[in-house]
């Protein structure tokens, strides 16, 4: 790890900037995917690549270029390019940057077990097909794949105030998905879709239950494909942690990135129904909603030490007791607002400029277990595993479909229901929160492709979360 670290000082020494501040991020990516689709190996994806990012402030005017000429002319070159653009917008310049701090910090994050070895091509090749294999024989399981992605990231920060920051990161992402079908339907079932990913080695194989896990989810997908159609109607709903981050991602996190609600991202990826003025006032959900900015939980998806600006990354609140309190929102969003935010100024890659981007997002745990969540409803729906979402473009109004439901009456969960949605306005649907499940029901879990920005950025963000249980929702069926 930091092989290039070395290099990289020595050349960063020798760029010359007539800015009063300048930095470079190196970044070094690989990819690796690998796919077992029906109990044949698919042609692996296996991908590198590495660049760095030259950022300059000249008379309070940032700019920036980037380069894949590691070379000391090609870091030169871009850092003149950059400057360059700094000195000709200077005169449409909205904002001084110049009393804005820079990172001092030297430091070093790395994920979970990142020094011990990860199983070999061959040896993830083997295990795919092994539970590809456990895939019971049944003419109506017509198709099922077995997955494996994996990356990994090293990142290096420099700067002219002295900074050094430096991030290697391994995240693992394991997926199985079955498809059942009778002739007239199909249902799917998957080890929680594409949002099981995770910093470390291949202790989070184990954690995810991907070894074992195809007679069972087989058999749901079979349950399924029997299962009668959600019945339509408003009735309290029970949401697992699957399903719960991508109601945190879409109705929470999207709608506090500050650059948002500052107008930025109207053209591409919209706006947002949450307002500056609201910070400190909205009751965005019922007094049992709380929500950190969590990058301390080491396992945890985009954990890290400090974002890509150099700002150091500590746990805070967004949402307390109900109450809005903090943005997502970055250094430099920070700076243009006057609201106190996080370390979230994140990019997906060498050639793109950091931006507010959700990291870690997370619903605190509440004090109820599992069977005292389904025992206090009385007419009620328990759903697992996104598998739709549409909502608005300013994050407001919702539809949202999972893979698996089950009926609960009078306190019991009973037959499984296929086709399960439901639909809200995201802060009427927070304050009808009205249970959150203890540490037993919490888990982490995570997605590789969060898109925002232009030109666009694909990031990595974690979610974690209890089940939770919301009162009087209207949910419905796939014939609604």
């Not at 670290?5 to 900037?17: D, G, H, I, N, P």
């Not at 070094?28 to 030259?54: C, F, I, Y």
């Amino acid at each position: 790890m930091f092989d290039s670290t070395t290099l990289l000082r020595q050349r960063f020494a020798a760029l010359r900037s007539g800015g009063e501040f300048f930095s470079l991020r190196h970044v070094r990516q690989s990819r690796q995917q690998l796919s077992v689709r029906k109990n044949v190996a698919e042609p692996p994806s296996l991908s590198r690549d590495e660049g760095a990012m030259l950022t300059v402030r000249v008379s309070g005017v940032e700019a920036y270029a980037a380069t894949a000429d590691l070379s000391q002319h090609g870091l030169q070159q871009a850092l003149d390019r950059a400057e360059a653009l700094a000195r000709q917008i200077a005169a449409q310049s909205l904002l001084d940057l110049r009393d804005q701090p820079v990172a001092t910090a030297r430091a070093d994050y790395l994920s979970p077990g990142m020094d011990s070895a990860f199983p070999s091509l061959a040896d993830c090749l083997d295990l795919l097909n092994q539970e590809s294999a456990s895939v019971p024989a049944d003419e109506r399981l017509v198709n099922w794949q077995v997955s494996l992605g994996l990356s990994t990231v090293e990142q290096i920060y420099l700067n002219s105030a002295g900074a050094e920051l430096r991030r290697a990161q391994r995240l693992v992402f394991p997926g199985f998905g079955v498809t059942a079908f009778d002739g007239s339907d199909s249902q799917t079932r998957t080890l929680g879709r594409d949002n099981f990913g995770q910093q470390g080695g291949f202790e989070v194989i184990q954690r995810c239950g991907l070894l074992g896990a195809g007679k069972r989810i087989a058999d749901e997908a079979l349950q399924l494909l029997l299962a009668p159609n959600t019945p339509s109607g408003v009735r309290d709903l029970l949401l697992m942690p699957d399903q719960m981050m991508l109601q945190i991602h879409e109705s929470i996190g999207h709608p506090l990135e500050l650059d948002r609600i500052l107008g930025d991202e109207r053209n591409y990826a919209g706006t947002s129904f949450v307002k500056a003025s609201d910070f400190g006032h909205l009751q965005y959900g019922s007094h049992l909603l709380n929500v950190t900015f969590d990058p301390e939980i080491r396992e945890e998806l985009a954990s890290y030490g400090h974002d890509d600006d150099g700002t150091p990354a500590a746990r805070q609140f967004l949402i307390r007791d109900g109450v809005l309190v903090r943005p997502l929102g970055g250094a430099l969003s920070q700076f243009r607002s006057g609201l106190d935010g996080v370390a979230n100024s994140r990019a997906c890659n060498w050639n793109r400029a950091p931006i507010d981007r959700m990291a870690n997002l997370n619903i605190e745990p509440g004090d109820k277990s599992l069977e005292q969540l389904i025992g206090g409803i009385e007419n009620g729906i328990l759903m697992r595993t996104n598998r739709s979402w549409s909502i608005d473009d300013a994050r407001n109004k919702f539809q949202f479909g999972c893979e698996w439901g089950q009926l609960i009456e009078n306190g019991e969960l009973k037959g499984v229901v296929k086709n399960p949605n439901y639909r809200g306005i995201s802060s009427n649907f927070w304050r009808n929160l009205s249970a959150v499940g203890d540490a037993d029901t919490f888990q982490v879990l995570g997605t590789p492709n969060c898109g925002k920005g232009e030109p666009n950025q694909v990031v990595r963000v974690g979610h974690a979360s209890p089940a939770c249980v919301f009162s009087q929702i209207d949910v419905f069926g796939g014939d609604a």
